[in-house]
Nanobody
Framework: QVQLAESGGGSVQAGGSLRLECVASGSIESINAMGWYRQVPGEQRELIAAFSPAGIANYLDSVKERFTLSRDTAKNTMYLQMNNLQPDDTAVYYC???????????????RGQGTQVTVSS
C-alpha cells in the first residue's frame, strides 16, 4: 500500500500563488507515476498534471502555462507550483499515484485525502 498526504492548499486572491506538496509513504517502490487531480463538487474530476513513468511532466492545457510539477525523490515528495491562480482553479486538489503496470492516463491506484484551494476574484 501507498499513502499520499497533501498539504499547501488555502485561500488566495486571483493572481496569487500556492505550492501544493504530496508526500508518499509505504510501498513507494511499487509506483512509477504520480500526479494531481482536482475536483469541483458536482463536476467530474480532471487530471491536471502528472509525471509519466518516464519522468516527463504532463499538463492539462488550461494550466500548463501557470502550473509546474517538480519532485524531490530523496524526500518522496512531489510539488505543484501554481501561479496566477484564477477563480476557476477553485477545487479540491488530490495527489494520485499509479502502480507499475497501470496507465497513468487511467484510473489512479492511490489517492490522498485532498486539499482545498480557493481563489477569490
Amino acid at each position: 500500500q501507498v499513502q499520499l498526504a497533501e498539504s499547501g492548499g488555502g485561500s488566495v486572491q486571483a493572481g496569487g500563488s500556492l505550492r501544493l506538496e504530496c508526500v508518499a509513504s509505504g510501498s513507494i517502490e511499487s509506483i512509477n507515476a504520480m500526479g494531481w487531480y482536482r475536483q469541483v463538487p458536482g463536476e467530474q474530476r480532471e487530471l491536471i498534471a502528472a509525471f509519466s513513468p518516464a519522468g516527463i511532466a504532463n499538463y492539462l492545457d488550461s494550466v500548463k502555462e501557470r502550473f509546474t510539477l517538480s519532485r524531490d525523490t530523496a524526500k518522496n515528495t512531489m510539488y505543484l507550483q501554481m501561479n496566477n491562480l484564477q477563480p476557476d482553479d477553485t477545487a479540491v486538489y488530490y495527489c494520485a499515484a499509479w502502480r507499475i503496470g497501470s496507465s497513468w492516463r487511467g484510473e489512479y491506484d492511490y489517492r490522498g485525502q485532498g486539499t482545498q484551494v480557493t481563489v477569490s476574484s
